[in-house]
């Protein structure tokens, strides 16, 4: 799956795909995955937070559609890393 332009680089899909062959000894560090919501409501997160807005079918090889506020004419979700710039046409923040 190729990232889009409003995928950020803390961003993770959710999917019903699993490895049972994981060694132990492979698993180096803790996470966190929020919500998007739950992650830009923090104050500052590190690189050991992801959030998670979509999921991914691997049996129907798909993005599931979901609630997401798309912006301006575009209709494009929020990227977080990238600094969002209202257009002079567009009011409707």
Not at 74 to 93: A, E, F, G
């Amino acid at each position: 799956m190729k990232c889009v332009s409003f995928n950020g680089k803390n961003e993770l899909y959710k999917s019903n795909h699993y490895d049972y062959d994981v060694p132990a000894d492979s698993i180096l560090n803790t996470y966190s995955v929020r919500s998007f919501k739950s992650y830009i409501e923090l104050p500052d997160a590190d690189n050991n937070v992801f959030f998670t807005r979509y999921t991914y079918d691997n049996v129907a090889k798909k993005v599931e559609d979901a609630d997401v506020d798309v912006f301006c004419h575009c209709k494009m979700p929020n990227n977080l890393d990238r600094l969002m710039v209202q257009c002079k046409n567009y009011k409707d923040w």
